[in-house]
């Protein structure tokens, strides 16, 4: 089975000032992992995901994640933030060859001015 | 279109009452999903549809009925519901399932937000 643990449940942070999100996953199988981002009363929104090749990857608003195989981690990054980054997001992962997405418990993150 | 069209937006029924949430995309995406979120936990998957028939029932009760009338539209009839029933419903799909769902991962819906009252 497929698991994914976010580390930190909340995470205050001042605007401008960099944040980091840690998720590890466990699996014996290969996986796809993604970020989403949820604002208040909407849905999920698709960050970024890295389903192979280069192990760093971006967003188009600033967040990039690092994959780690060894660590089994893949944590979101960002250098900057700001009050519009506050919001709960989410690490998941699929099997590579399944369609089941499995969702770590969340991290929310206020940004505080 | 590269969206998952979610409505209605908000939903309050009472315990005996029967409705139905609808979801439709139109990026000819052959797998589509029904999540439920409650307040302050992550999305719990609820049934799975690919290419418009049902592959994945996580044991939702069976006061939660789905049904996918063709590729583009799916619904949840919802009957009998309990109060703790309430919650976000979310609506996703992919373009495939497993080697063949592509690249472009899950896109969600906003969601209905369902009260039982």
């Known amino acids: 089975a497929q698991s994914v643990t976010q580390l930190d449940s909340q995470v205050p942070v001042f605007e401008e000032a960099p944040v980091e999100l840690r998720c590890n996953y466990s699996?014996?199988?290969?996986?796809?992992l993604f970020w989403y981002v949820q604002y208040p009363n909407q849905g999920l929104q698709l960050l970024l995901k890295?389903?192979?090749?280069?192990?760093l990857v971006e967003s188009i608003n600033g967040f990039e994640a690092e994959f780690n195989k060894s660590q089994t981690s893949f944590h979101l990054r960002k250098p900057s933030v700001h009050i519009s980054d506050t919001a709960e997001y989410f690490c998941?992962?699929?099997?590579?060859?399944?369609?089941?997405?499995?969702f770590g418990g969340g991290t929310r993150v206020l940004v505080k001015p | 279109d590269t969206e998952v069209t979610q409505t209605p937006k908000h939903l309050v029924m009472g315990m005996t009452n029967k409705k139905s949430l609808k979801c439709e995309q139109h990026?000819?995406?052959?797998?589509m999903y029904w999540y439920k979120q409650k307040a302050k936990k992550p999305p719990e998957l609820m049934f799975v549809?690919?290419?418009?028939?049902?592959?994945i029932n996580e044991s939702v009760p069976s006061r939660f009925s789905p049904e996918c009338p063709n590729s583009s539209l799916l619904n949840l009839h919802l009957h009998a519901l309990q109060p703790e029933d309430s919650a976000l419903y979310l609506c996703?799909?992919?373009?495939?399932?497993?080697?063949?769902?592509?690249?472009?991962?899950?896109?969600f819906g906003s969601g209905t937000r369902l009260t039982v009252v």
């Open positions: 996703a799909s992919t373009q495939g399932t497993g080697a063949s769902r592509g690249n472009y991962g899950y896109t």
């Open positions: 699996s014996s199988v290969s996986v796809y």
């Open positions: 890295y389903l192979s090749g280069s192990t």
């Open positions: 998941a992962l699929t099997k590579a060859a399944g369609n089941k997405l499995t």
């Open positions: 990026m000819g995406h052959r797998a």
């Open positions: 549809y690919s290419y418009e028939k049902l592959s």
